[in-house]
């Protein structure tokens, strides 16, 4: 039986820790959050030999001392879970900083590995780590690394089983006499061997004697001692050359993080993610579903038939399995898209530079500059927009942006949009949409401000972060982390999205062998009727296809299609003979089809997915233009632009805030989405 | 004085830290802004400054920045 080893990376951030961590754990990357909490947790499982190594990868923190939720995980995971070795990633380039923190590791008493990460950067700066030497006056193992590209990853696996069977443990950090001599008392008592924790309970007690003697508090003392023994140790081990080296960075910067020229840059940047993701992912979105609806599920059809599977099973498992899993699969291209050009360009140094330049104008709204990135990311697609907001350091910012994501509309919300402007708005559908738009925007803003004044009261934090140089990263380690987030994402998501769209077709489908009409979600759709009929929706067949409408909101209607077609006689599309060969043969060809236009979209400079082809469901706007009016219609679609009507962004919702907040921004959504289209609809009568 | 008073391109010394208590001076001073180190103000962009200290650069908002005594 393989050994298992618990291993904890620790370090400040930007050292380069998740590069590492990427070349160490390859696909076997996952993402996910740290309980309880919205900082995201990186793990990996390794075979190694005889080793099975579990890595955690700790948040990026410069010291152990509680200043964020970081630092307090960190030491929780330290003291509870006690890893069996400590992999502590140093920027070789800040040296001695990095050592504080080394120097509150080593107090923990756990074997431990030094990885001097950075060490072509250092050489090239002329820093010189004096590697036997930090192994000798600590006792611990010591490794050059690079983490773009992976030099030295063997060397730390071999370190890392070389420290965990070690039975000598790293020599923990001395102070001055004074302060040892406090501590030796405080462990005779306490009986503890853990070094850190008799300093937090020095630290809890304080210590007159000491204090008197400093003339400064003892958390300030232990400070101080710790700096100095990083800074003795740094003396001792690190030789720099004068090199003289013009900086790149700064000058990239000076252009990057200029006022006016930053700015063009950056609405640049944000078109380009926002025309690359979209344009090169939409036609492999549209595969996919094709793939799943075109070819899969009659495909599972032809077989069930084949083997006198019951009626009702064949459609619910063409239909809901099928489908429902087909769902899932079509945001993939997307969210692998994004999360590619996200990864980029946060790898790259460009993202925390953002938060730089845009902070004086969300600074407007109460929030910092990195908000800006996932509430863009919103118009396109909510889902991977509420997952880029992952990388906000504040928890009262990242629940504010993830409450005024949802607000921003996307595409499709824009399909349900230019169905109801092409038959009630014809002269003017532009502005009716525009409005539309900005009412999101606006109700984003009153979200903001809502939840500040409620729930996450209090200043905004103060803003302190570290830029790193601008590196170019590795494709390799860009792709693992965006593989990890698409599994993740199949993964939390995709058990969600699976179960409410199983529920959603049984809802639409029971009693079996019963019309539409007479389906369990009629029933609710009439039974809703009396709460929409106040902002103008007083058919039951427009309040039951909201019901399936949660799985999307361009489903409404799909689904009002199917309702309509059921009660007022419109022909459905007849399902054509199912030919294999035809299909395999049309399937690959539409793969082929889907390369070619993803590259050919390249060359128009328009966003092209976001493109709605009005000429779909000619014959249901006919129905629809006498069961709606101007103003019903208006209502309808600010409910539909406020209410979030999407499983997709309700199940990365819940995996971000927890079910309980997610479930509540559900109500508030659906209460605000009512209230607007009641004022909306209350007032247009009035004036009309 | 404090940091308020220096013009963008400018070295300084960090003289003393005010608010020791305050989490983020101690974040501060974990990355390396304390008493007697040297840097420079690289960019000020509104409500944010940038420094440069040793190889690292740091963005610090001007309300916090005013805990921090600098010198020529």
């Known amino acids: ?688 | 004085m404090n940091m308020e008073m220096l013009k963008t391109g400018e070295e300084f010394t960090i003289r003393a830290l005010k608010e020791k208590e305050n989490p983020m001076i101690n974040k501060l001073y974990a990355m390396g802004v304390k008493e007697g180190g040297k840097a420079k103000l690289l960019l000020k962009n509104g409500r944010v400054y940038l420094i440069k200290l040793g190889n690292s650069r740091v963005i610090i908002d001007r309300d916090l920045a005013k805990f921090i005594e600098v010198a020529h």
């Open chain 1, 1 to 688: 039986m393989k050994k298992t080893l618990k291993v904890a990376i620790a370090g400040n951030p930007n050292v380069g820790k998740t590069s590492l961590l990427n070349h160490i754990a390859g696909t076997r990357l996952k993402v996910g959050n740290w309980p309880g909490v919205t900082v995201e947790k990186k793990e990996a499982v390794v075979e190694v030999g005889d080793y099975r190594i579990h890595f955690i990868d700790l948040p990026g923190i410069y010291t152990l001392e509680p200043i964020s939720e970081d630092e307090k995980i960190a030491v929780e995971f330290l003291l509870q879970e006690r890893p069996d070795v400590i992999l502590n990633v140093i920027d070789s380039t800040n040296f001695e900083r990095n050592l504080l923190l080394t120097t509150e590791l080593l107090e923990f008493g756990i074997p431990l590995v030094m990885a001097l990460n950075m060490s072509d950067e250092a050489q090239r700066l002329g820093i010189r780590i004096d590697k036997s030497k930090l192994k000798e006056l600590l006792n611990v193992q010591v490794v050059e690394t690079v983490g773009r590209t992976g030099k030295g990853t063997k060397e730390v696996l071999k370190a890392i089983i070389e420290a965990a069977d070690d039975t000598s443990n790293p020599r923990e950090p001395v102070y001055s006499d004074s302060l040892e001599r406090v501590l030796e008392k405080l462990k005779e008592e306490k009986r503890e061997e853990n070094k850190h924790e008799l300093i937090l309970e020095l630290i809890m007690r304080g210590s007159k004697e000491l204090e008197s003697r400093e003339g400064k508090p003892i958390n300030q003392i232990v400070k101080d001692e710790r700096f100095a023994f990083a800074h003795g140790l740094a003396k001792e081990v690190l030789k720099r050359e004068l090199i003289s080296r013009r900086d790149l960075t700064d000058k990239i910067d000076r252009v990057v993080l200029h006022p006016f020229l930053g700015l063009v840059i950056l609405l640049s940047v944000i078109y380009l993610v926002f025309k690359l993701s979209f344009d090169l992912s939409a036609p492999f979105m549209d595969w996919i579903d094709g793939f799943i609806n075109g070819f899969l599920s009659p495909l599972s059809l032809e077989l069930l038939k084949s083997l006198h599977s019951p009626e009702w099973f064949i459609r619910f498992f063409s239909e809901a399995v099928v489908g429902g899993v087909g769902f899932v699969l079509t945001f993939v291209p997307l969210i692998g898209a994004i999360y590619f050009f996200i990864t980029f360009l946060e790898m790259s140094g460009y993202i925390p530079r953002v938060a730089f330049l845009m902070d004086n104008f969300m600074h407007k709204m109460g929030l910092h500059g990195k908000s800006v990135i996932p509430l863009v990311m919103g118009f396109g697609c909510n889902v991977p927009a509420i997952m880029a907001a992952r990388t906000m350091e504040s928890k009262r910012d990242k629940f504010i942006v993830i409450a005024m994501i949802p607000f921003m509309s996307c595409p499709a919300r824009l399909v349900v949009f230019a169905f109801f402007t092409s038959i009630f708005f014809r002269k003017n559908p532009a502005l009716v949409i525009t409005g539309l738009y900005l009412t999101g925007i606006l109700i984003a803003l009153f979200t903001a401000f809502l939840f500040k004044k409620i729930e996450l009261k209090g200043k905004l934090s103060h803003f302190v972060m570290e830029l790193p140089p601008y590196r170019l990263p590795s494709l390799k380690s860009v792709l693992v982390i965006v593989w990890a987030h698409v599994r993740e994402f199949l993964y939390r998501a995709g058990t969600l999205i699976f179960a409410a769209s199983i529920a959603i077709w049984l809802l639409l489908n029971f009693p079996i062998n019963k019309p539409a009409s007479e389906s369990l979600a009629a029933g609710i759709g009439k039974a809703l009727v009396p709460i929409f009929e106040p902002i103008g929706i007083d058919d039951w067949r427009a309040t039951t296809s909201m019901i399936p409408a949660f799985l999307a909101r361009e489903i409404v209607i799909s689904s009002m299609g199917t309702i309509f077609a059921a009660t007022e006689g419109l022909e459905e599309v007849q399902t054509q003979e199912f030919n294999l060969a035809e299909e395999m043969k049309n399937q690959v060809v539409g793969l082929g089809e889907a390369f070619v236009l993803a590259l050919g979209s390249m060359l128009n400079p328009k966003v092209e997915a976001l493109s709605v082809d009005e000429s779909e469901y000619e014959g249901l706007k006919e129905i629809i233009a006498k069961h709606f009016s101007q103003l019903s219609a208006l209502s309808f679609m600010i409910f539909i632009l406020i209410y979030t009507s999407c499983l997709g962004t309700f199940a990365v919702m819940v995996q971000e805030v927890g079910k309980l907040r997610g479930t509540l921004f559900l109500g508030y959504s659906f209460v605000l989405a009512w209230l607007v289209a009641f004022l909306v609809y209350n007032v247009g009568r009035l004036i009309s």
